[in-house]
């Protein structure tokens, strides 16, 4: 089986691609680690804008109904927990590289 990473900026899990060659790994036209993680803070900003957009319009009584609210905040709350333990393992790991003497 090929293997599958997550297209940066995909608008949900079924966004992923398989790399032709099935090569995994660098690439000239990769991004770079900051550029992916700027990507993602991005894309859990833009859920979070969703989530409060659904709440509004539920509240004031536009076209959303209660399912697609709920559906925008797991989303938004989803993708922020994960972004909190992306966060957390890199930290972990800038800590045990200080750690280690030289």
């Known amino acids: 089986m090929d293997p599958i990473r997550i297209v940066p900026g995909s608008q949900g899990a079924g966004d992923v691609e398989r790399p032709a060659n099935g090569a995994v790994?660098?690439?000239?036209?990769?991004?770079?680690?900051?550029?992916?993680?700027?990507d993602s803070l991005a894309q859990v900003n833009r859920l979070q804008h969703e989530a409060d957009q659904a709440i509004t319009e539920l509240a004031?009584?536009?076209?959303?109904?209660?399912?697609?609210?709920?559906?925008?905040?797991?989303?938004?709350?989803?993708?922020?927990?994960?972004?909190?333990?992306?966060?957390?393992?890199?930290?972990?790991a800038y800590q045990e590289v200080i750690r280690m003497q030289v």
């Open 25 to 38: 790994g660098g690439g000239a036209d990769r991004q770079g680690f900051g550029a992916l993680l700027a």
């Open 60 to 92: 004031t009584g536009k076209s959303t109904t209660l399912h697609d609210t709920m559906l925008a905040l797991e989303k938004a709350d989803l993708s922020f927990r994960l972004m909190m333990q992306v966060r957390n393992k890199i930290v972990e």
